[in-house]
């Protein structure tokens, strides 16, 4: 018997059609799909359904409530179908891989996001290729997490990052191996999925002023910091620091304005502004500043994963003491 797949449209180039500003999301993908595809090819395919957003989303204009709708999108018809492929623009696909990964723990079953960097209405494009895996890996692969799939790539959505703008191969996971590869045929290193789980789904409603992003560079005026932290909105921050985590420790400023914060309650973490490797909070003086006014180290998490994880946390109600320490521990696979 054929397994049954959903496929949610939520917008994004592997949709879209030409216009004199450029590509815009347009309906009607069911239509363009039956079109490209032969019937050869969707007998051999698990048999799909297509629901579809009535608000499509250039993915550059995703919100965390958007997160929330599609949560609650795949928690109402889980019960109903095998897999599940969500199609998004790779703009923020990261992100809403990652958010998607703590709203949905504890996976029986696979979500697959996926997309183009050619619409598939082009004659020339990337996305059937990539539609078509996702869908074989949703219905027929024993996959328990959320994944993107692009480029023969199968990648932990939550590991994962856009690396390249234009060119077919956009997402890596820098410190995280391939969980498979689609070339002749499809290899998945089982071993390095997730356990088969019982679902522990939870969709909050996100506050899109809770968490913000601070990116440090030489010179940096600490007042930014004080400035960005003087929110009463603001529960937690990300700072970017470089190497392995290491602050200007000289910027008094800006010192202050993060030991206050932490003080006050605020949660902040610590990343890299390097792509592989994690942060080693303390192997040097100046980061060792960092443990000392209570800032958290944020390991390997990418910026995608770490923004949206502290999201969920701070909207899942977690005191600050709490989510400092899951901060810091792997809950589904986001960090080593």
């Keep these: 018997m054929k397994s049954n797949v959903l496929i949610i449209h939520t917008g994004g180039t592997i949709g879209m059609h030409p216009s004199d500003q450029g590509y815009v999301p347009v309906a009607g993908f069911n239509e363009l799909l039956q079109q490209r595809l032969s019937k050869q090819a969707q007998q051999n395919l698990p048999h799909f359904e297509i629901l579809e957003f009535e608000k499509l989303i250039d993915s550059s204009n995703i919100q965390p409530s958007d997160w929330t709708r599609l949560g609650h999108t795949l928690v109402e018809h889980y019960p109903d179908y095998d897999g599940f492929v969500v199609l998004h623009g790779t703009d923020t696909m990261a992100y809403t891989a990652s958010a998607l990964s703590f709203i949905l723990q504890g996976l029986d079953k696979p979500v697959i996001l996926t997309g183009s960097q050619i619409p598939l209405i082009e004659p020339r494009n ?7 895996t996702a869908l074989v ?8 997490e959320v994944c993107i799939f692009f480029n023969g790539r199968l990648l932990r959505g939550n590991r ?13 996971t820098p410190n995280c191996p391939w969980l498979g590869q689609a070339g002749i045929h499809i290899e998945l290193q089982e071993h390095l999925l997730l356990e ?11 506050n899109p002023n809770a968490v913000s992003l601070l ?23 990300l700072i970017r620091s470089f190497g392995v985590g290491n602050p200007p420790d000289k910027n008094r ?7 206050q914060a932490s003080a006050r309650g605020q949660v902040v973490v610590n990343l890299t502004q390097c792509l592989q490797g994690k942060v080693s909070q303390g192997a040097y003086a100046t980061g060792a500043t ?8 944020g390991s390997d998490l990418t910026v995608e994963a770490a923004f949206t994880k502290l999201h969920f946390l701070i909207a899942t109600g977690q005191p600050a003491p709490r989510i400092r320490e899951l901060m810091q521990t792997p809950i589904c696979g986001e960090q080593s």
């Design 126 to 132: 990337d996305a059937l290729d990539n539609l078509i």
């Design 137 to 144: 890996l949703a219905g027929n692969y024993p996959i328990s």
């Design 160 to 172: 994962a990052c856009k690396l390249r703008a234009t060119g077919f191969d956009a997402f890596d």
């Design 196 to 206: 088969r789980g019982a679902p522990r789904f939870l969709v909050p409603d996100f």
């Design 215 to 237: 990116h440090l560079y030489p010179g940096m005026p600490g007042r930014i910091a004080e400035q960005l932290l003087a929110d009463p909105q603001l529960k937690g921050l």
């Design 253 to 259: 400023e800006l010192m202050e304005a993060l030991k």
């Design 290 to 297: 960092l443990n000392n006014i209570g800032v958290v180290p």
